[in-house]
């Protein structure tokens, strides 16, 4: 197996910086997939046990490196999958905000490694310094490569535009201080609500006006909460209760430069959740229903 790839343009060396910090806060261990057109960060439940994953991360590999080299086991599995630390990775890219150049490579020293070269400026002459880290991975066996393949989703009863994700994740992280869980709702007429109940107190935050992409999804009770609101009583809605906590963590993406955020919801089973960039990035995060 054999891995190589350069990266030299500001613009997306600081994106893919910005990329790996955010799975790193996400999960502790991550999956990374080579293949010839794309890379992959793939992190799976923490549960134990083989799971299908929470989080998939796709980066066209020609939008963001100028050189990239790829052979993998034999012509019948080209693609190589490693699993590593996030934290060890995300840590040295952090100097990419100032970098020249960054070049990666599978390398074999006291165990297996993805090696990074970053050329860096230098602060006192025109030359430049090259900063060598080393992050230990483990080669994913074959016989498990099924278990880190794109989730098959039944096909969503709503997929509706997120607002600004710094202001969602302002509203959960108040939200997640008085319950453990939120439910999401979304109305063919482009509301989104966020509701948490406890013994005290129920509390909901609206946002109006949103994009709806597409709508097949059962007519369920209104997201309104005042008699007053008869017209939203007859609004067609999809809703599901997830873990407050699982989403503040996705919505800790809104440091990627970001063109667009798009919530699916499979009417009390399943929410998913789309980031997409210009550089055609996308960050998909799958978040389970949670049924009482």
């Not at 202001?167 to 959960?172: A, D, E, N, V």
């Not at 006006?209 to 999809?238: K, M, W, Y």
């Not at 970001?258 to 990035?281: A, F, G, M």
Request: net charge neutral; with cysteine.
């Amino acid at each position: 197996m054999k891995f190589r790839a350069l990266m030299a343009d500001a613009g997306p060396m600081r994106e893919f910086s910005n990329i790996v910090t955010t799975i790193s806060k996400l999960s502790k261990e991550c999956v990374l997939r080579l293949s010839c057109d794309n890379i992959y960060f793939i992190v799976s439940d923490d549960t134990g046990g083989p799971a299908p994953p929470i989080l998939w991360c796709e980066i066209p590999q020609n939008m963001f490196f100028i050189e990239y080299q790829l052979i993998g086991v034999d012509d019948q599995h080209k693609d190589i999958f490693l699993t590593f630390s996030s934290a060890n990775l995300a840590r040295p890219l952090l100097t990419l905000k100032s970098a020249k150049s960054l070049k990666m490579k599978l390398t074999k020293k006291q165990c297996p490694c993805i090696t990074l070269e970053i050329e860096m400026p230098s602060s006192t002459s025109q030359e430049t310094r090259q900063v060598t880290h080393d992050i230990p991975v483990t080669v994913v066996p074959r016989k498990v490569w099924s278990d880190f393949q794109e989730p098959r989703v039944p096909k969503p009863d709503i997929s509706i535009e997120l607002p600004t994700l710094k202001q969602l994740r302002t509203t959960i992280d108040r939200m997640r201080t008085m319950a453990s869980d939120v439910v999401i709702r979304a109305s063919e007429e482009g509301r989104l609500t966020l509701q948490i109940k406890t013994d005290m107190a129920k509390v909901s935050t609206r946002f109006k006006g949103l994009r709806v992409h597409a709508f097949e999804g059962p007519i369920d009770h209104s997201d309104s909460e005042t008699e007053s609101q008869v017209n939203e009583d007859l609004s067609r809605v999809c809703s599901c209760r997830v873990d407050a906590k699982k989403l503040s963590m996705f919505l800790a993406a809104d440091q990627i430069s970001h063109n667009q955020v798009i919530c699916s919801i499979v009417h009390k089973r399943l929410v998913i959740l789309c980031l997409q960039t210009d550089e055609r990035v996308q960050l998909q995060c799958f978040i389970s229903g949670i049924v009482y």
